[in-house]
Structures are given as C-alpha cells and as structure tokens.
C-alpha cells in the first residue's frame, strides 16, 4: 500500500508565492521519477513540473522561470515553490509518483487526491 500526500494549497493574491508539499509513505522500495500536475475547471490535467530520481527536471514553458520544483529523497518528498502567480496558476494541483514496490518490484503509479490553489486578481 502506497500513499502519495499533498499539503500547501490556499488562496493567494496574484504575485505572490505558494510552497506545496507531497509526501510519499507506505511499501516503498524506491521512488523514480516525482511531478506536479494541475487541473483546472473545465480543462485538462496538464504537466507542471517533474524531476527524475537523478535530479533531471522539466518544466512547462508556462511555469519556467516561476515555479521550482525539488525533492528530499531521505523523506520521499516532493516540493513545488511558485512565484510570481497569476490568476491563470488557479487549478487543483496533484502530485505523481512512480513508485517500485519491495515485494515484487512492481512499478506504481500514485496519485495524490489534490490541493486546491486559487490566485485572486
């Protein structure tokens, strides 16, 4: 069993910052590649940022140069600073994990169930 957490989410006024936690537990042999989407109404789930077990990142051009993305691995954590934000930021923000399990190294993919993030204009 696998748990994928988020904390963080809130409303904030456009320009200023957000940190979003997510935190992994449960039968974990090692964690592979972390992520941050988002969801906003009415639109689809998108990539916002992810970072591999090496430290590789990637990040959407619409959050390049605002959001940071970083991980702990000593505390299967995922970190998501954003900047600078926009009214357009405005989504349910979901952490992924990949995760491989111990007892027959199987590949998991988990979810967190979302942290809501409102930027006011």
């Known amino acids: 069993q696998v748990q994928v957490v988020e904390s963080g989410g809130g409303l904030v006024q456009a320009g200023g910052s957000l940190r979003l936690s997510c935190a992994a537990s449960g039968s974990i042999l090692r964690i592979n590649d972390m992520g941050w989407y988002r969801q906003a109404p009415g639109k689809q789930r998108e990539l916002v940022a992810l970072i591999t077990s090496g430290g590789s990142i990637n990040y959407a051009d619409f959050v390049k140069g605002r959001f940071t993305i970083s991980r702990d691995n000593a505390k299967n954590t995922v970190y998501l600073q954003m900047n600078n934000l926009k009214a357009e930021d405005t989504a349910v923000y979901y952490c992924?994990?990949?995760?491989?399990?111990?007892?027959?190294?199987?590949?998991?993919?988990?979810w967190g169930q979302g942290t809501l993030v409102t930027v006011s204009s």
């Open positions: 992924h994990a990949v995760i491989t399990e111990p007892f027959f190294l199987r590949t998991l993919d988990a």
